[in-house]
C-alpha cells in the first residue's frame, strides 16, 4: 500500500511540473492583458475628456480616438507576440517587466484622469 501512495505521488508531482519556458509564456499573456486592461481604463477615465495628446487630437475624448489608442496597443501586442515568439524564455521574462511596468503607467493615468471633472456639453 505504502510503494502504491509513493509511486502515485511521484507521478503528481511529475504532472504538476512546469518547464520555465512555459511559466515565462504564461506570464507574457498575463503583461499582455495587463496591457490591454490598463489601456481600456485610460480610454474609459478619459471619456468625454479633454485629450491632452496632441497626436489624437486635443478636442472632446471620443469613440474615433478609444479606437485609435486601442488598435496602436493591439498591435503593439501583436508585434511583440509575431517577434518573441521564436526568442528564449530571458526575452520573454524582459518584455513581461516592461509589459507590467507599461500598464502600471497607463494604471497611473488613468486614475489621474478619474480626478479630472467632464467638459461642459
Known sequence: MRKCIVILLFCSTGVQA???A???KKLLWA????VAAGEV???ASSWGKLEANPVLGQSRFGMEKAGAKIGLVGGVLAGEYFLLRHRSPATWKAMTAVNFAGAAALGGIAYRNSKIGQLPK
Request: hydrophobic letters at 40%; proline letters at 0%; aromatic letters at 8%.
Open 41 to 43: 481604463a485610460d480610454s
Open 22 to 24: 512555459s511559466r515565462s
Open 18 to 20: 512546469e518547464s520555465l
Open 31 to 34: 503583461s499582455f492583458a495587463a
